[in-house]
């Protein structure tokens, strides 16, 4: 199975998975599973899951994380008007395990042997009875207390397209889904496994539908477009002529519709609020040039890192906090899927959220080893950063930037780590002073050697601002001390050799 997955990531531009009932849970499993390969290896591939009459598969945890992820519009669970199979789990599974056992028995002898099957299910239709009736009773209790009853229950995720015989709906807001799994299923006299396994013919019909349009509504339907949408939604439900259940299903697709709007609106509203904020960066964008320009020749970072008491420099921190606010609560609207779905690939704020990554993380570096947090917590990078820079991490990561080689220095460093790997370095290089112990002094070194030669590249490269090469920027002092104890060492080992040479002749 997973050189067959490693063979059709490497051929294809996009993969999609599918399954029936039990096979449609172990669909979503197998998608998630990729989904999250594919996050650090290979994100460029299309991924696409679709279900039929399959289970719900987990909480709200899995719910949210699925949201947090933008996962959500890529899986699509098709489910039939009457079909028990994606609402039984929302029932709990105690009092309805002994009634599940059995009719999961007759479903399988269904499948394997159909006419065998469909005489083992008739004669046990009481089985069905009790539990399409305890299905709805709990259905319709979770519905009435509203989506805090779901928490700590199975929850679904992703859109959930509803099927009937008349059409079909498409619903991906999570409160509406439950609602409209209800609703459904009371307009239902009883349940048959049919309901669960004519899926192809309800694809086949919906497809015909699409190509057709039903000239015998277009008299009956409202002057507007928005109430003729959610017309045309409850036809296709196939429960618009039943009344109370008709009007219900009505008020949960038009709060659906409002609920969707919401972060379009969100989104328009973040973008009034990023230009407010841009005073804030370009102060700080000032401070860096009069920091590269002063005398003292310490650069950018470590002006900040041994700033005084100043009104300049309290006003530099203070817009700091400001940005990382404002960040944090982008994010914060993001993972709760109040942002559209696809906001994290919108050009405005990848590039956005970019130009402040490269900007603030050096501050933030700066007041991370100012304070001493490197001794309680440890070094910036695993102990220290920001869940935030992560996050712009991965939306950087989809961008493709043409590299073409630079005259000049950059204007921010592109590694925004690069101040938190000089203190390390540092770090570094007082341990090798104190150790007596040549295998770790050795390793040591090999850290040492590792990241003088990528700053190297950097700088060679000009991938680094003018700050790194100050005259007395931390990395400018580190690398004379670097430097100085390697010449040290170089003329201290053939005379650490040629004593060790002597010793062992007889």
């Known amino acids: 199975m997973c050189m067959q997955m490693s063979t059709l990531m490497q051929t294809s531009q996009s993969i999609i998975f599918a399954g029936h009932s039990i096979g449609g849970t172990t669909a979503s499993l197998a998608a998630l599973w990729l989904l999250s390969y594919l996050q650090s290896n290979s994100p460029n591939l299309s991924v696409l899951c679709i279900t039929f009459g399959s289970p719900l598969l987990g909480n709200e945890t899995l719910s949210r994380a699925i949201l947090r992820e933008r996962w959500g519009g890529k899986f699509c669970h098709v489910v039939s008007k009457y079909d028990l199979m994606p609402r039984i ?11 599940i056992k059995p009719l999961l028995q007759f479903w399988h002898l269904y499948m394997t042997s159909p006419h065998l099957g469909l005489l083992a299910v008739q004669r046990n239709d009481e089985y069905e009875a009790k539990i399409f009736q305890f ?3 709990h259905l319709g209790r979770l519905v009435e207390a509203g989506e805090e009853a779901v928490t700590g229950v199975f929850r679904p995720f992703g859109n959930y ?11 991906d807001n999570v409160e509406s889904v439950i609602k409209m799994m209800y609703l459904l299923l009371a307009t239902g006299p009883s349940y048959s496994i049919e309901d669960h396994l004519k899926y192809g013919d309800y694809v086949e019909r919906i497809s015909s539908q699409f190509l057709e349009r039903k000239s ?23 429960i618009a002529s039943q009344e109370p259940v008709a009007e219900r299903a009505k008020d949960c697709l038009k709060a659906a519709r409002r609920m969707g709007r919401t972060p379009n609106l969100n989104c328009a509203n973040l973008a009034i609020k990023l230009s407010r904020i841009n005073p804030y960066r370009a102060e700080i964008e000032w401070y860096k040039a009069l920091c590269d320009r002063s005398d003292d020749q310490m650069g950018y970072y470590d002006s900040f890192k ?40 919108h050009g405005k704020w990848v590039y956005s959220s970019q130009s402040y990554k490269l900007l603030v993380e050096p501050l933030d570096i700066a007041e991370y080893y100012r304070t001493g947090m490197h001794h309680i917590k440890g070094h910036y990078i695993n102990h220290g950063r920001e869940r935030r820079y992560q996050i ?8 493709r930037v043409e590299e073409n080689k630079r005259s000049k220095f950059a204007s921010l460093t592109q590694d925004t780590c690069f101040w938190a790997k000089v203190e390390e370095a540092r770090g570094l290089l007082d341990d090798v002073g104190n150790t007596r112990d040549p295998s770790h002094s050795a ?44 010449s040290q060492r170089e003329q201290f080992r053939p005379q650490f050799s040629g004593l060790m040479n002597r010793e062992l002749v007889p």
Not at 92 to 98: F, K, Q, V
Not at 161 to 171: H, L, P, R, T, Y
Not at 449 to 478: C, H, M, P, Q, R
């Open 392 to 399: 712009f991490d991965r939306w950087w990561k989809n961008v």
């Open 216 to 238: 015998s509504m277009e008299g009956e339907l409202p002057e507007s477009s928005y109430e003729a949408g959610v017309v045309l939604a409850l036809q296709s439900s196939g």
């Open 443 to 486: 390793l040591l070194w090999e850290k040492m050697d590792g990241f003088a030669s990528y700053a190297k590249t950097l700088v060679e490269a000009k991938e680094v601002s003018i700050d790194v090469v100050a005259k007395n920027s931390s990395y400018s002092l580190w690398l004379k001390d670097y430097n100085e104890l390697k």
């Open 306 to 345: 041994r700033r005084g008491a100043s009104k300049r420099d309290f006003k530099v921190n203070l817009n700091r906090h400001k940005l990382a606010q404002f960040w944090d609560n982008v994010i914060g609207l993001m993972e709760s899927n109040q942002l559209p779905h696809d906001f994290h690939r």
């Open 161 to 171: 397209f509803f099927c009937s015989e008349d059409g079909a709906i498409c619903v």
């Open 135 to 137: 299905v709805s009773v």
């Open 89 to 99: 789990l929302f029932a709990p599974l105690d009092p309805i395990a002994p009634l």
